[in-house]
């Protein structure tokens, strides 16, 4: 077992180290220059960064969180009198982490939080999920609690934050219902008015059951219900956000009983006229503050998928390196080997994604705290493509990697003795909730169609490439990207029904541009990324000629050949 997950993994130290943009991030982010700023310099804030990451990040992960994690798989969450007890180890989990100072990453410092980046926050949820995917369960809510310090007056601020900036609190999204899973407009869950209260500064009472919710037993709920008469304003513009306790009025009625994850309770949760306050402006709950909250979620599983995919991976290069057949370790079969290539592969690509995505977010929020109207359009139509398109990627690569390590070790594979199977289990819901695949490729369609990656892919084309090889392959980019530019022509003079049938096809040549050229940027720093362009080209460019001869061949829907 490693001694340090960040130290170990030259990848996520390659891109924390030379590929981040650490001066335009903490430049725009006034983390350096602002007068309570505890940074004197750019090297100074880069180097808390990579430390933090190194330690205790890195060495609780590897240390103490990845040896609990078959016992805490094991041993499951359990409803007890209506009450969740966690496993030992994630009790242990939490404390460490609640320890480290690891539970307000992101918290402004006022309210007793660190104010890392989300970039910095990423890489963390990386580190942790390849440890324990089901603790990023509860790392990776700490999303409740900026979700608050963004939208929330300050007295709820103050009454929520600086608990669960410490640990000693913990929050959950209490979103989805029995009949609103990935449709949030059909939420039937009642907020009314208390009798004699002001609709603007008194308590509500949230009444209804909702189903599917990660840590629905968290001390801190983040509630979409409905506050307006739905005869008048049906749908999403009836729905308000809402922050309540847990309380007797807060019934756990089950946990589900899951294939993966189980570290992570997920809840039935009845509410019986819960006391909440409200979060923001009635009507606005779904539309702005769950879109927000969403977006933050979203980009955090597709953290989890890699942290996955990196842990599938090497569990998959270890068995094939020390399992011999016909004389020889099974790494050395040209088939096994062009398997773990495979999987490197994608989880590099994966990774880099994720960390472009994670950029453009921080620029995104940091362009709107300082009211740069021209910085924040560009950089919010960026984060707005890319969050869905990584956390779709990601999520799929999670699964194909996992997949593949389990059929590296065979038999094996498929037994509780080796962590991969359960890597396998866990990989799987990562493309399913938050959105699924289908929900992310749905959300990029239209962002797609309408050139908001024009921008992104315009930087990199005419760049001045430092080799005649980056230049070679730069030639064969353009390439893919007039097919990309075919394909998207093509749909936008179609009708819905077919644009939304082609569409996963079109995400995907657009991820496979996009991670082309980002795999090109890093080859002018790293020799070995340009082994990985070449071969990335290598395999992308006949899957998009594949994809753009179907989107153009306006063949028959496929529902057509259903029955």
Sequence with gaps: MADNFYLDNADLRFHMEQMVDWK???NLRGDIDAPESPFESLEEAKEANIDMLSDPLGSLAAERIAPRAEEVDAEGCRLVDGEVVFPEGLKRNLADLAEAQLTGITLDPAWGGMGFSK???????????RADASLMNFFGLQGIGDTIQQFADEDICAEYLPRMATGEETGAMVLTEADAGSDLGAVRTKADLEAEQDPETGEWLLKGSKRFITNGCGDVLLVLARSEDPAKYGGSRGLSFFVTRKSERVQIRRIEEKL???GSPTCEIYFDNAPAKLIGRRGRGLTKYTAWLMAAARLGVAAQAVGVAEAALREGRRYASEREQFGKPIAEIPAVAAMISNMRMKVEAA?????????????QEAAEKKDLKQELKTYSRAADLLTPMVKYYAAEIAN?????????????GFMKDYPVERLFRDARITNIYEGTSQIQIDWALPRLLRGDMDQLLDSFEDRNWTTDEIRSLNVRQKVGREMLREAIGHLQGRDTEYRNLMARRLVDMAIAVYVGWLFLDQACVSQQKTVMARRWLAEMLPMMRTNLEVICSDRPRELDFLG
């Design 24 to 26: 335009s991030l903490l």
């Design 351 to 363: 990774r880099s994604l994720l960390y472009a995505t994670s950029y453009y977010v921080d620029m």
């Design 119 to 129: 970039t910095f926050y990423t890489a963390a949820t990386e580190i942790i999920s």
């Design 400 to 412: 194909e990697v996992a997949s593949e390590s389990v059929q590296i070790h065979g038999g094996n």
């Design 260 to 262: 993966g994850i189980h």
